[in-house]
């Protein structure tokens, strides 16, 4: 199978060119041909000779993502579900707000850690998304808008944990964030989500200026180990120390999402441990209500417990939002990504659509909405 040239570095680019006489600013060329007028095929490249085109052609394949079905909810939020080269599903939710026209993407294809609140949690982790895959999300978006309408933000909080994948993510978060050559998008609109893998959160704020979002959860290391088990690895006290540390800019604060599960992390005393962790933290609390998906064992809390929860903090001089759930109808909502095909949305989720490479039950059509 040929390399798919997404998957090249610049560096590689010019060497491969450089083996062939061409010069070095082709890279650039090419890069431009595949990542900002995402092009298919090496015959739409213009700009480059007959030859180039010709050798790249044998060399290469241009990677796409197969759109196997997309729904649009009563809110206007669209759910992609994407079939993968290997027969791997992911998801991808783009979501339209007033000023705001925001993707949120996939960094696996399932994810291996587990959080007991989380639909994706129950496919387990199938495999990391190349680079490519995480970019390729963008375009196959970008390519069913009208012209006029272009995605002015990104968000890595879609299924898998991104950090999990720090080396192709963080080449994706490359690719986005390259004015020159790249889909050029500004760091300040890229916002990457962590479950708090402390090592590789230092790394990321070291190597990108990207926005963090921390999924925070719980007050107690108790309830949060028994929400989310990486709470074991690095608990609460370690993972707050490395955001106190972090050189987090003047302009700009940490968000912290909080799901809001019913009698679970809510009380009036978690209000307080949470002021009293998040003090000297540059931080802002997005609460998330609970999303309900089929096997799930939480319930959601109460409007009322919800503002009594957010004015509380409030009161503690906490910056708090609550999130609104968009696209929960076509569950496409926060933990609500579990590549169900339609089969599954109807309830049947033991059957989950993430099909194993080699399985012949692939190659049936899949319906094309
Ligand atoms: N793995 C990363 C990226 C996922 S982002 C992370 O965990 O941060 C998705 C966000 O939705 C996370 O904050 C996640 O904890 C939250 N979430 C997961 N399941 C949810 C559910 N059922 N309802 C509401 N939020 C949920």
Known sequence: ???????????????????????????????????????VSFDEMSNLSAKLREALAAGFAISRLRVARSDRS???TVKFLFTLDDGYEIESVLIPETKRLTLC??????????????????????RNLAA??????????????????????VVLMGMGEPLANYQQTLRAIGLMTDVDSGLGFSSRRVTLSTVGLVPQIKKLIDETQVNLAISLHATTDEVRSRLMPINRKYPLAELIACCRALPIPKRKRITFEYVLLRGVNHSAEDAKRLARLLSGVRAKINLIPFNPHAGSEFTRPT???IETFQNQLAAYGLQVNVRRPRG???????GQLMAANSETMSGDFTRISTRKPGDESHSSPVNHH
């Not at 490519?132 to 933000?153: F, Y």
């Not at 929960?328 to 926060?334: E, F, G, K």
């Open 74 to 76: 009563a809110d206007g």
């Open 328 to 334: 929960d109808d076509i569950h496409a909502a926060c």
């Open 105 to 126: 993407i996939s960094a696996q294809a399932g994810c291996g850690l587990g959080c007991a609140f989380c639909a994706t949690a129950q496919l387990g982790l199938n």
């Open 1 to 39: 199978m040929k390399a798919n040239i997404k998957d090249l570095s610049r560096e590689e680019l010019e060497s491969w060119l450089a083996e062939r006489g061409e010069p070095r600013y082709r890279a650039d060329q090419i890069r431009r041909w595949l990542f900002q007028k995402a092009a």
């Open 132 to 153: 490519s895959e995480i970019i390729d999300q963008i375009l196959e978006v970008s390519r069913t808008l009208p012209p006029e309408r272009r995605i002015t933000h």
């Open 303 to 305: 409007q009322a417990e």
